[in-house]
């Protein structure tokens, strides 16, 4: 069966990457953007470069409403009003993907530092603002928009996932096993997104003070990608 994602926000340089690794897999990937022209551009430039999968421009609501995988690649400034913008078009089993890092940069303060939020991380302000019967899981918080741009070299490195509802955290351990080199690990339940979220700013807070790009956040053995030990 082919494997449908949404990509909310996939104009960035986040979402492309990961629209650009899906497709290299063989998935058809719904690019979403608030403007749809820019979307349909996007889309074409990303299907010459992937050269296999299926790749389409539309609004984030349209992109969203095609797939029962949505990825929400955003920055925290335009979370919630993009998941709002999408909220009729998430059908009950819906799987929402959430990789939004709540940087103070946001709010104009530093890049390597996180905001407190009330529902206690983005992905459980999402969770919140999804309709009954969607699930929320925070994933793939440390994977660079760098590494992600080159499809033909795998990514060393493992992805924390965190969610309350075991089959979608199986989806989101499918969607990963696409992007060759990358691992998952189950974190625990959704609560556990705050630590998830902290950690991606550590290590773009490391990336800044070594100079580095790294792929992402490996476990075994406690390495940073590029980081001197």
């Known amino acids: 069966m082919e494997t449908k994602i949404a990509v909310v926000g ?5 979402g492309s990457g990961f629209a650009l690794r899906f497709a290299k897999a063989g998935a058809r990937i719904f690019i979403g953007s608030r403007s749809a022209e820019k979307a349909r551009e996007a889309a074409r430039s990303l299907s010459a470069t992937a ?13 969203a409403a095609e797939a029962a995988i949505v990825l929400l690649t955003v ?21 929402l993907v959430d990789a939004t890092v709540p940087l103070e940069v946001a ?11 009330w529902d206690g991380s ?26 992600l741009a080159h499809p033909g070299e795998p990514i ?8 309350d509802n075991a089959e979608a955290k199986a989806h989101v351990r499918e969607l990963a096993s696409l992007i060759p080199g990358v691992r998952t690990i189950d974190a ?20 800044l003070r070594y100079k580095v790009k790294a792929s992402g956040l490996r476990i075994t053995g406690l390495n940073l990608p590029g980081v001197p030990a």
């Open 122 to 147: 983005a992905a459980q302000q999402a969770a919140r603002l999804v309709p009954e019967g969607v699930s929320v899981v925070a994933a793939f918080h440390g994977l660079s928009a760098e590494a």
């Open 51 to 63: 050269g296999a999968g299926e790749i389409t421009g539309h609004t984030n609501a349209d992109a």
């Open 156 to 163: 060393d490195c493992d992805t924390l996932i965190c969610g």
């Open 75 to 95: 920055p925290l400034a335009a979370q919630v009003e993009i998941l709002k913008s999408i909220r009729g078009s998430l059908k009950p089993g819906t799987t």
């Open 107 to 117: 709010i104009g303060g530093r890049v390597s530092r996180t905001v407190s939020l």
């Open 10 to 14: 996939g104009t960035g340089a986040e």
């Open 188 to 207: 625990g339940p959704l609560d556990n997104a705050r630590m998830l979220e902290s950690a991606a700013a550590l290590l773009i807070s490391l990336n």
